[in-house]
Structures are given as structure tokens and as C-alpha cells.
């Protein structure tokens, strides 16, 4: 270390502008990881705080639209029941809708069929629940687009009304909308377009979109079993992610950009370390013609790596973490999470280290004997 | 090795380095045999190309001889992995390069401290009063950069010197100095020899820097002579 602390003092404006790049790189991480974070809640916030812990749809539906595509009977939740390990099984229904608030505000929403009173209905901050047939339960985030407590809904094309009797504690949201939970018959209404007042055929009443299943404690179910039993096709709560209109898409865009970015910074560290090894190549070679072991060159460069990349890391996701603050609650979806954070900063920590390393092994081809004489 | 009085310092027998193999062999260094004892100032002169350079190499421990026998401080080389020759060459081996060769993010202090940092080594000397020794303890906050080729050179002295080598090895210490500067640098060189009783072997082309020396020997092929100084055109 005493030779690398010393180093790193005096190329000190080689070494910041390196560490400059790894920490615009790291910010970019934090901010590419808050807006991931922020596109996944937008996208199946309301999925991932349902207590389910799978849905069963129809048989073969297409796994990438199953939400809007799927519709079930009463008979596949009976099934389901009775499957063992599983603790329950009660129907859902998923549909997206355009309403308009009678303060004339628009607003998109996710509306969200469960049986009132069932393990599927969410109770809200004020204490309601999904009760009466025409009523409501929104998203927290309803309130920023403007919607209030006692406002009713007009639900197009039909014109259905639902009146907000509460709000839930915190974002749910699907495919980028809020979610509204609503009774099963108001959903199965809205969905059939049946107008109000109008005679509405028993078949309505008898479909929705699947099964939500929840398993006992501890239980591993066995959903491939319980899908011949019951006809269905079932995706776990993870899997029905994918199911979130455009979900799919936007993580694998930014997860492929994510990866980009960790090989840009293991090159331009290793690029870096490369241009700094060859440089110090006659200094080396006295290192080692003086008795410096090959091993203690390799980890004191090594060490010298770790200092950069660490501090430059540091500096780069605080920074990101502060630009992220400013960006939350924007329009923005963003949200930071502290575990990608982390995970992201160990993972450009370690590819740079792999970079400077495949770099710094070149120390150990340095031969000593080219310190003699006037050899450069 | 059991007699370490008597076998300290340098000895080579027969040494052979052979460059190439088969049809271009290069004979660098054929059948030298030299013994320089502690305390004693060696110079040895001759042309380039003469294999000067692969002395200091094969007694410096960088380089293993084709034949003969290498001894260090009481240790046969032959007998050491390359581990062990690097360890030798930190404990008991001193290098003062052409023009110094100094590290360039290094103070003069921070140069004569480094071998120390390599690991413990045996009985070190105090850096800031070796750098004083060497007349450089006013310029001990100032990097390579900042020093003149003299003032380099005696900072390499003191760095070769700071682990109490018994072998000091010096390659063309006068190349980039002047005269005068040439003749306070070989002054010191001498007086260290003496006083700390090391064992040294000057490679050099200076033939005005040879008065302080205690034997003198010419290079020719690959042969070693000593110097005769009528044949050569120096005083």
C-alpha cells in the first residue's frame, strides 16, 4: 500500500479523471435502477401487494396478455379449493377502464373484481372496504390525479357509477394505471357493458378473469397438478408480472441497458489499468530487480484499483441518490430501493476489479533484467 | 555457507552466459571467475556489448548463468528457486541504476524508505539519516522531477544502500553526470564501500572516475582482465 497510496496522491489527476468516468457510470446505475424500480411499481404495484399466491387462468391462455385475454368459472375456484396446500381460492377479476370523475376529471384505471369480504378485498386508510356493489376503493395515487373521497366515477363505454368510498394505503398500480377495487358484480357489470338499470343475462355473473389461489403456510404447491384438476393455466404471483401490459418489455430494455453499462465500466477500468501498467513498465521492473515479490506488486496495484473503484462508486451513487430524490415524485416513475443499489455497486465493483486485474496481471511479464542498462 | 566471514561479498567461478541457442550463440560472459571482498570498490570497464551489463545481471540474481558457480553473501544461487533469488536479492543486493531510475511518484525519503516496504528485511538502515549521509537530507520532500541528475543519483545510492546489502551492484552511475558530479557520485560510492564494509562492483564507461577504485578490470568478449592502464588513453 505504500507505494499505490503514493501513486494515487501523485497522478492524482489521472486517477480523478478515471475515477470521474466510473462514477458518471455509477450514477447513471442508480438512476437506470430508481427508474426500474419506479416502471416495475407503475407496472404490478397492485399485483405484488396482493396477499394471492397464484392466479389460474384460462387453459392456454397466451402468458404475456393472460390478465386481458383470460376468463374462468365458478367451477375452476371450487376446484382450486380443494387442491392440497392450498388455503384458499377465490375468483378475481382484472379489466382496464376510462372514467371520469363527476369534478370532470379523467382518469385511467385497473379495476379490480374481488368477492366483498373475501381474503382478496383490501381494506382502505379510512376503514372501508369492498362492500356495496357501485363503490370503489383507489389507489393512493388517484389522489394526485385530482380524484376525492365521495367523487363518482362514470365508467365508459356504459356509463356505469362508482362511487370512491376510500383510498388504499399506498401505490397500486397495473400496466401504469391505478387500480379500483371494486365487488365482483359491479366488475363483471362494467366489463359486460351492461348499462345501468338495464336487465342483465345470468352469464355475466358467472365469469372472471381467474382464480386467485392462496397457499397454506409453508405449503409448496403443486400448480401443475391443480391446473388438470381444474382445466386452467396458472402463472405464480412473480410470473403474472410478466402478464402487465408492457411490463416485460421495459425490464428487458432496461435490464439489457444495466448490463451494458457493467461491461462499459469493467472495459474502461481494465482500458485505464492497461495504459497505467504499461507506463510504470521500467518502474516495475526495479520494483522487481530491488526484491519487490511479483505478489506484493500485484496487490498493491490491485489495492490501488480498490481504493479508485470504491470511492468512485461511493461518490457516484451518492450523487445518483440525491438526483434520484429530486426525481421522486415527479411524473417520473422512480423509485430508489436500497437493495438493487447495492447490488448494482458490488456488481461494478467487481467487474472493474476484473477489468484492473486482467490489466495488473501484465506486472508479472515485467522482466527485472530491463532495469539494467539503458533499456526503456 | 557455513563460513560466512569468509565467503561474504561475491564470488564467481567459471561463469559462462550463453545467449541463443544453437546456431547464433553468443557468449556474454565466457569462464569468469572474480571474487570481490567485502569492503572492496571493483570497477569493470570495456566497450558496450562486451558483457558488462550480464555481470551485474548474473550477480545481480537476475539472471542464471549457462555454467558455473554464482555465490552471494554466502549463498550459492544455483541452489534457490526464484522465490527465494527474489528474497535474496531484497535482503542482501543493492541496484544503483543508469541515471537512478527512481520512482516518479516518490519523495527522496519516500524512495530510500521503500525496499523496507517490500518486507521485514534483516538490519535496515534509518532512511533520513542515510539521505543525510548522501548530503541529500535538504531535498528529501522533493520527487524525481524536482532533483538534478546528481541529486538522483544519490538518492539511488541511499535506496541501494538502506537494507545493508552486501553486494552493491552499480550500473554506469556516471552516464548522465557531469564531471564533477561524476567524481562526487564515485567518491561516495567509495566511501560507503569502505565504511559499511559492502562489496561492490561498478560497471562503468568513465575511465576519470577509476582513481577511486581498488582494482580496476577490462571487459573484452565475454573475458575479464585487469585493467592495464598504459594500454588505454584515460591518465
Known amino acids: 500500500m505504500f507505494l499505490a497510496l503514493r501513486e494515487l496522491r501523485f497522478a492524482r489527476g489521472r486517477f480523478a479523471l478515471m475515477g470521474a468516468v466510473v462514477a458518471l457510470i455509477a450514477i447513471l446505475m442508480v438512476l437506470l435502477s430508481g427508474l426500474s424500480e419506479g416502471l416495475v411499481n407503475d407496472g404490478v404495484s397492485g399485483l405484488k401487494k396482493m396477499p394471492a399466491t397464484s392466479f389460474a387462468f384460462q387453459e392456454n391462455v397466451s402468458k404475456d396478455a393472460a390478465f386481458s385475454r383470460s376468463l374462468v368459472g365458478a367451477g375452476a375456484v371450487e376446484s382450486w379449493k380443494h387442491q392440497p396446500g392450498v388455503a384458499d381460492a377465490t375468483p378475481f377479476g382484472n379489466a382496464l377502464a376510462n372514467a371520469t370523475t363527476n369534478g370532470g376529471v379523467d382518469i385511467d384505471l385497473a379495476l379490480f373484481g374481488v368477492e366483498p369480504g373475501s381474503w382478496l378485498a383490501p381494506r382502505a386508510t379510512n376503514g372501508s372496504s369492498v362492500v356495496d356493489e357501485g363503490t370503489v376503493l383507489l389507489s393512493s395515487t388517484a389522489k394526485k390525479a385530482g380524484v376525492e373521497l365521495g367523487d363518482v366515477l362514470t365508467v365508459a363505454p356504459a356509463g356505469n357509477t362508482l362511487k370512491v368510498v376510500g383510498f388504499l394505503d ?207 | 555457507m557455513t563460513d560466512q566471514t569468509s565467503t561474504s561479498g561475491l564470488i564467481l567461478e567459471d561463469v559462462t552466459l550463453v545467449h541463443g541457442d544453437g546456431e547464433e550463440d553468443v557468449r556474454a560472459l565466457d569462464a569468469i571467475s572474480l571474487t570481490v571482498e567485502p569492503g572492496e570498490l571493483v570497477a569493470v570497464v570495456g566497450p558496450s556489448g562486451s558483457g558488462k551489463s550480464s555481470l551485474l545481471a548474473v550477480a545481480g540474481a537476475l539472471t542464471a548463468p549457462t555454467s558455473g558457480r554464482v555465490s552471494v553473501a554466502g549463498v550459492d544461487l544455483a541452489a534457490l528457486d526464484r522465490r527465494r533469488l527474489t528474497r535474496l536479492r531484497r535482503d542482501h543486493i543493492g541496484f544503483v541504476f543508469q541515471s537512478a531510475n527512481l520512482i516518479p511518484a516518490l519523495t527522496a525519503l519516500d524512495q530510500v524508505r521503500l525496499p523496507l516496504t517490500f518486507a521485514d528485511t534483516g538490519r535496515p538502515r534509518d532512511p533520513a539519516s542515510l539521505l543525510d549521509e548522501v548530503g541529500m537530507s535538504h531535498r528529501a520532500n522533493k520527487r524525481p522531477h524536482q532533483l538534478s541528475g546528481g541529486e538522483r543519483q544519490r538518492v539511488g545510492i541511499a535506496r541501494a544502500l538502506v537494507t545493508n546489502p552486501q553486494l552493491l551492484l552499480v550500473d554506469e552511475p556516471t552516464a548522465a553526470l557531469d564531471r564533477q558530479r561524476s567524481q562526487e557520485i564515485v567518491g561516495l560510492l567509495a566511501r560507503e564501500t569502505h565504511t559499511r564494509g559492502v562489496a561492490t562492483v561498478m560497471v562503468t564507461h568513465d575511465h576519470a572516475v577509476l582513481h577511486h577504485c581498488d582494482r580496476v578490470l577490462e571487459m573484452t568478449d565475454g573475458r575479464l582482465a585487469d585493467h592495464t592502464p598504459t594500454a588505454g588513453v584515460d591518465s
Open chain 1, 170 to 376: 399506498g401505490q397500486h398500480t397495473f400496466g401504469h394505471v391505478d387500480v379500483g377495487y371494486v365487488p365482483l358484480r359491479t366488475w363483471q357489470e362494467v366489463r359486460a357493458g351492461v348499462r345501468p338499470g338495464e336487465a342483465v343475462q345470468s352469464r355475466v355473473y358467472e365469469e372472471f378473469t381467474a382464480v386467485a389461489v392462496r397457499a397454506a403456510a409453508g405449503a409448496d404447491l403443486d400448480l401443475a397438478a391443480g391446473d388438470t384438476a381444474a382445466g386452467t393455466t396458472s402463472l405464480t404471483l412473480k410470473q403474472s408480472f410478466g402478464a402487465s401490459p408492457g411490463f416485460t418489455a421495459e425490464t428487458s430494455t432496461l435490464n439489457l441497458i444495466q448490463g451494458f453499462l457493467y461491461a462499459i465500466s469493467a472495459l474502461v477500468v481494465g482500458a485505464f489499468f492497461t495504459v497505467i501498467t504499461i507506463h510504470r513498465r521500467q518502474e516495475v521492473a526495479v520494483l522487481r530487480a530491488m526484491g519487490a515479490s511479483t505478489g506484493s506488486l500485484l496487490r498493491d496495484s490491485l489495492a490501488q484499483s480498490l481504493i479508485l473503484l470504491l470511492l468512485a462508486t461511493g461518490l457516484g451513487v451518492g450523487a445518483g441518490v440525491l438526483l434520484g430524490a429530486a426525481l421522486t415524485g415527479t411524473s417520473m416513475p422512480f423509485h430508489l430501493d436500497p437493495q438493487p443499489i447495492a447490488v448494482a455497486s458490488a456488481a461494478l465493483i467487481a467487474l472493474g476489479m476484473v477489468g484492473a486485474a486482467t490489466a495488473v496481471l501484465r506486472i508479472t511479464r515485467v522482466d527485472p533484467l530491463t532495469a539494467l542498462g539503458g533499456n526503456r
